[in-house]
């Protein structure tokens, strides 16, 4: 534990005695990589070949003409392999995997598109993997549970506590203890506890470093504003990292406003003055806790924004109101992924649809001259059967009815 | 304190019993009750753990306990007082066990004074590495209490030596890698990890994960002072009940 990892008071390496040596080796390993030239030219070469890099920046028109303001631009993370920003992380970590020796990858993940991720990283480079997902979150995300068992991942569903993304990361670590010496945890987000959220917004800078350059080949100009949703914050991380020293850009994270901030049923941690700073599964930041330390129920549409801690880094931007938080509830959630998809014909994921509600709020009042850049960090195809519930779509429910009828027969 | 402690019970027994309860499971009634039969059954020392929602250093069977504890309507405040009742009562010396988060959010020199109040000697605290824990060793000093330190398997003799400049009280071992509760190898390997534990740190050894028999027990005699009994105690209780806990416990020692 030679670096402790701060960001201003947040981050640090609250670890049990057990993995502190596997921390150093990790580390130890990161820092080798990052100093070695090739690494970031091997990353970017197999990003580029097996998972679409760099994503486009595609100018929204339609919704442009609709809000009447500064023009819309949308960084494509959809596009990337496996439909989300997930995979940048993901594939970096396992080239860092190789560089250990170590052949067994183990996540956690919320939202199923870490877990989908790994399971594919693990399948190209040879990997057994084992995925940790919350019961609550099985049930919602079946079809992500169904391509990762398909890829060759054990799917561990966790009965524990909320049986939602902090129960996932619990069990993974409980995992690791045990499992060291051949696996790697790889974390999906750029929280836990130092180097992960450095490791993991390294590997998602390439957001970031491809739209800053994008947007000024399409625009000639910085965008006035960036806007990401914010669930452990690694989409976020990954987009802001492009733009953090422009300092006339304005950096927006969305997090997950749930029922609404007034009902206390959400996942607003640095938006809502429901949380508080303490120190849980190994670092140092606002969680969404009582009085005693003891972790609240969150509530998000969103699988994937449904956490109770947030990235230390981001937790520091807001402390140095680098970065603006704003929180987006469900029904708008829903409300600005169907005039996005009726729009401009993308279709974000819940969790980048918050993202999408802020910018809708604000781009209006923006001068037309302006740009802003909206980070579409995962497709929304995964999310069909809770899109549908939202639109109460009779058709898709009888076709479902049918599927069942169909299966029952056999 | 509590090194003179041990090593005046050393001088009457090769071994000596820590064992541990979840306060509040399944009800703060039966802690009480917990604590009544395993000081009957001669334990030396105890370890009262304050429940957490993220319990990350803790296998399947506590976890649960600590969930139980919490779904009941446990509150710091409930450990604490129930803690101070049991210092007052009992002549053995008792330990907080507990995640870093309770203590930071109280405020840790509260937390600590908290704990001075309420008798108790000493504190573990997993998720507390010393590189973090500056104002908690500060606190804990000038209380007088002990913060307990863990050496594991995989600690190098170089960070043992750094983790004794900072333990007070004794060490604590952990068998093995992995979680709390399941079952250790006590083989010629664990043989060859205590001697390193030994050569790092004068004060006494106490090991914990996976001891949960008799014959456990047997094999760390001449090895440590302190043999930890911890998710044992909690099956033999889900299954049989606090009475039979006392029987196992005194059953894991000849007299």
Redesign the interface.
Known sequence: ?KE?GYFGPFG???????????FDEFEAAFEAARADPSFWRDYEALMGNYSCRPTPLTYAENLTHHFGGARIYVKREDLNHTGAHKANNVMGQGLLVRRMGKHRVIAETGAGQHGVATATMAAKFGFECTIYMGAVDVARQRPNVFWMERLGAQVVSVT??SQTL?DAI?EA??DW????DTTHYVLGTACGPHPFPTVVTYFQSIVGQEARRQVLDQTGRLPRRVYACVGGGSNAMGIFSGFLADQGVELVGVEAGGHGLETHRHAARLASSDA?V?????YRTYFL?D?????RETHSVAAGLDYVGVSPILANLRETRRVRFEAATDREVVDALSLTVQKEGLIPALESSHAFVQAFKEVGKLPPEDVVVINQSGRGDKDIFTVADAFEDQAWQAFIQQKAEAYRAH | MLTDYLRNQRQERDILLMTHIVLGYPSFDASRRLVEVMVEAGVELMELQLP??????D??VI??AN?QS?AHGS??DRCLELAAELSRDYPIPFLVMS????L???GVARFVGRMEAAGLKGAIV????P??GEEYLVSMRSAKLDPI????????AE?MRM?HQHARGFVYC?AR???TG?QTDFTAELDRYLARCRAATDLPLALGFGVQSRADVDALRGKVDIAVVGSETLRVLDARGVEAVGSFVAGLRAS
């Open positions: 534990m402790r640090g390496a609250y670890l049990p005695e057990i993995l502190v040596g596997t524990d506590g902090k619990n670590f409980r203890v045990t499992n060291m508080s303490g120190v849980a599964q190994g806790q009085d005693d330390g003891q972790m | 957490f929602s993220e319990p990350i250093a296998g399947p976890l649960r969930q919490l509150t710091v995640y870093y988060n309770l930071f959010r109280r997993p998720d507390l590495p590189e973090e330190f863990i050496f594991s398997p995989n600690t190098s960070r983790l952990v890698r992995g979680v399941s």
